[in-house]
């Protein structure tokens, strides 16, 4: 059975800290990995990763796939309070998307 | 360009009640996919289409329907709802291989 498993399920970091976010999935057909940044509304799309060992990054996050390991982590440098939020980690597999469960983030000013 | 738009925003219905959760999108994708949504948990697969006239069955489709006429439309139907059924509802559409564009959600309440 597909799955995709994130670790770990909630946060709670001080404003400035860097945290890592992960994602380990085990999923026939894999096409993509996809983050989400969920706040109090709808999941609003960050990386799309096609590509083990290259860099996305946008501002201070970044992300990167293991396709041999089968994992990604998502960085956040200095982060502020406004990441406070749930990430989500999605995999494209065939017609759906498989869902982790998330990763609550709180930052702590 | 709107993108994934959705109606009501918020409803609430009495027990055994119907009502269809309204979504549409404007970018011509041909997936389209319904997800419940519990407060504190993650996003379940109600139904998917993968184009006009096909239609499929998620992790949790029961107690609704969906139909898909057109490209741009794809109603979910509650046909006699239950306290189960409270939560949050998002829409969303993609082309195959391509990030996927959530609707903005619609909030239902079943007392």
């Known amino acids: 059975e597909d799955k995709v498993v994130q670790s770990p399920l909630s946060l709670v970091v001080h404003e400035g800290d860097t945290v890592t976010l992960n994602c380990s999935y085990e999923v026939t057909n894999f096409r993509s990995l996809l983050w989400y940044k969920q706040e109090k509304k709808a999941p609003t799309f960050l990386f799309m990763l096609t590509s083990s060992g290259i860099e996305k990054k946008s501002g201070r996050l970044s992300s990167i796939l293991d396709k041999k390991e089968l994992f990604s982590i998502l960085n956040i440098t200095a982060t502020q309070t406004g990441d406070s939020a749930v990430y989500l980690c999605?995999?494209?597999?065939?017609?759906?998307?498989?869902w982790g469960a998330g990763t609550k983030l709180i930052i702590k000013p | 360009n709107a993108g994934v738009t959705q109606t009501p925003k918020f409803r609430i219905l009495k027990i055994g009640q119907s009502m269809t959760l309204q979504c549409t999108q404007d970018?011509?994708?041909?997936?389209m996919y319904w997800y419940r949504q519990d407060p504190g948990m993650g996003l379940k697969l109600i139904y998917y289409?993968?184009?006009?006239?096909?239609?499929d069955k998620g992790e949790v489709p029961n107690g609704y329907n969906v139909s898909r006429s057109t490209t741009e439309d794809f109603p979910l139907r509650l046909e006699l709802a239950a306290p189960s059924q409270t939560s949050v509802y998002f829409c969303?559409?993609?082309?195959?291989?391509?990030?996927?564009?959530f609707g903005p959600g619609t909030r239902l309440l079943v007392l």
């Open positions: 289409s993968v184009g006009a006239g096909i239609t």
């Open positions: 999605a995999v494209d597999s065939n017609y759906q998307l498989i």
């Open positions: 970018m011509n994708h041909n997936y």
């Open positions: 969303a559409s993609r082309r195959p291989e391509e990030t996927q564009y």
